[in-house]
């Protein structure tokens, strides 16, 4: 994957993730960073673990990451 970062970005308008949720997923990325979908996937499901999060925001990420994997052939 050429630009990660970019395609994060793309995730996160295609999701419609609001501002906590994004900021999660900059929180997540030095910590799960690489350069395949499954680095990206994990990125979200840690972003949910962002401390403050609600459980709602928390969940949706999960459920994005969950999304991601299911579009990766």
Known sequence: MKDPIATMKSFNRQ???????????????????????????????????????TAESGYRLQRVGGMILGMVN
């Open 15 to 53: 999701f419609q993730l609001g501002k906590p949720e994004i900021e999660a997923v900059e929180w997540a990325w030095p910590q799960e960073q690489g350069e395949t979908m499954f680095h990206i996937i994990n990125v979200y499901t840690k972003a949910a673990q962002f401390p403050r999060l």
